[in-house]
């Protein structure tokens, strides 16, 4: 025989995994990108939307691919624009395009407790860079706690071939 107080305590169990696993509200910046990306052209309007924000990711003229919670890619069009000495894609024009990933990474998936900013990158440059280029952000989501973030970011080729990687350390801090 249940009890009433058992009865209660087993109705709020059921309640809170209900909660659990509903999934968490989008961020704006999620938000933004779900109804922009039903449109023709949706992502590169969202691209520049972004690159309206931060001016100088409009340098790259990047083109965000993908982009879901704790993940984003951003798409690199190799050209004169971000061409070296060497005619291969600047790596510095890399490094914008990891930043701008890690960046609407990041902004589409912080708890809406927290606020982030960049303190610092590292990278290992570890292939020419050809072709077109795809900067990839990507962290847990366990991983959005007050602190040091390691974020990982790695570019690749048109090959799938690593060309840089290493991390952007940003400080995790509550609003």
């Known amino acids: ?3 009433e107080q058992e009865d209660s ?5 059921k309640a809170t995994k209900s909660m659990a696993n509903k999934p968490a509200k989008p961020t704006k910046v999620m938000a933004l990108y779900n109804k922009v990306t039903r449109l023709p052209f949706g992502n590169k309007i969202f691209s520049v939307m972004v690159a309206r924000m931060a ?8 083109l965000i691919t993908e982009l879901r919670p704790n993940y984003c890619e951003c798409f690199i069009k190799k050209g ?10 600047h790596v510095i024009a890399i490094c914008n395009g990891l930043e701008m990933a890690m960046g609407v990474m990041a902004e589409a998936s912080i708890p809406k407790h927290l606020r982030w900013i960049p303190k610092g990158m590292s990278l290992d440059y570890t292939a020419k860079a050809g072709s077109d280029i795809l900067c990839v952000a990507q962290v847990n989501p366990e991983q ?3 602190g040091d973030l390691l ?3 790695t570019a690749y080729d048109t090959a799938g071939v690593v060309v840089v990687k290493g991390h952007i350390k940003l400080w995790i801090s509550e609003k």
């Open 1 to 3: 025989m249940i009890t």
């Open 9 to 13: 305590s087993m109705s709020q169990d």
């Open 55 to 62: 001016p100088y990711f409009g340098t790259i003229r990047p």
């Open 80 to 89: 004169n624009r971000v061409h070296n000495h060497i005619k291969t894609v």
């Open 144 to 146: 959005w706690v007050t």
């Open 151 to 153: 974020v990982p970011v």
